[in-house]
């Protein structure tokens, strides 16, 4: 009985250490995903591609995608992912479970695949060349 004691709370520790390092309670993929993807979506400066999200333990969390937007030229595609950014903070931040993510999210206008607008082209990197969860929230707010 002491034995089965002491295997529960080292279990239980290992639990809480493991959840403190992100690798307990990740978040619902497919719910985040269809989340991001939905409000997205529904933006008027939306035109086509998909929101991808990944949260594994060896890829990492990653919002990616490339989308068709709103704009006739760079300056317009770059306000419509500026909008489109902006929405997918505050929908990512909503979600139950998730961390920090990089956002690796490129658009471009109709018929133009050429004219290619980055994240990092419309919000800053806090640090690297990678735009992240944190600078949206930082730049954008909630």
């Known amino acids: 009985m002491r034995g089965v004691g002491r295997r529960g709370v080292l279990v239980g520790i290992v ?5 403190a390092c992100g690798l307990g309670g990740r978040s619902d ?5 269809d989340a991001l993807r939905t409000a997205v979506e529904a933006l ?3 035109r086509g591609g998909l929101v991808q999200f990944q949260d594994s ?3 990492g969390t990653t919002i990616g995608g490339v989308l068709v937007l709103a704009g ?4 317009g595609v770059e306000q419509s992912l500026r909008t489109v950014l902006g929405t ?9 479970g998730v961390r920090r993510a990089f956002v690796r999210i490129e658009a471009h ?18 640090s690297g060349a990678n735009v992240t969860t944190d600078d949206l929230e930082a730049q954008l707010g909630r």
């Open 15 to 19: 639990g809480s250490l493991l959840a």
């Open 29 to 33: 993929v497919g719910a985040v995903q």
């Open 44 to 46: 008027p400066e939306h």
């Open 57 to 59: 333990t060896n890829a």
């Open 72 to 75: 006739e030229d760079r300056a």
């Open 88 to 96: 997918v903070s505050r929908t990512y931040r909503e979600q139950p």
């Open 109 to 126: 206008p109709e018929g133009d695949a050429a004219t290619r607008v980055l994240a990092a082209d419309v919000v800053e990197p806090a």
